[in-house]
């Protein structure tokens, strides 16, 4: 069975984040075929198009992880009704310069988990709207806005509750599925 390497994002720089926790979950409950690396975002400069023509190595290693991931996973936060300042900079940076976007034609699946009960669904819909632009194979659905608690969650991605287990387990069978069907019509180089 071949293996789908899957890149990661978690949009929170927080050394305590509950996406941290979720991806941790998440990859657990994964088919076995996915194999997962998180592409690190907090070494990062500040974008700048005074960089397109010389590449800091920190971005230059960004566009080069995506390379070679056959997809993309983001499990973020949502902070002000939008996207982290952290994870918009790392795809500003992968997107570029013009010409060279990191996500055009990945497939990508967006999840992300808050204390709240709307559980990132705006700041979801925030980072939808870019992925598009950057023209990513987007899963659709399941939609999965993750209400998170440390009942549930514990910090080495145990979960607790059955009816979750289900549910994550069901959107990484789904995310699979949606990048083996992206893959079959648009292979990555």
Known sequence: ??????GY????LSSTSINRVLSRALIRLAPQDLEFS??????????????DADYPPEA???KEAI???DAIL?????????IPGALKNAIDWASRPWGHNSFHHIPAAVIGASPGSIGTAVGQQSLRAVLSFCNARQMTSPEAYIHFSHDVFADDGEVADDSTVSFLR???????DHVERVLTVLPRP
């Open 170 to 176: 069901d959107f990484m069978r789904e995310f699979r």
């Open 74 to 82: 983001f499990v973020t936060p949502e902070y002000n009704r939008s």
């Open 1 to 6: 069975m071949a293996a789908y390497q899957i």
């Open 60 to 62: 230059a290693a960004l």
């Open 9 to 12: 994002f978690v949009g929170s």
């Open 38 to 51: 998180e592409i690190p975002i907090g070494n990062l400069p500040l974008y700048s198009p005074d960089f």
């Open 67 to 69: 390379a070679a991931a």
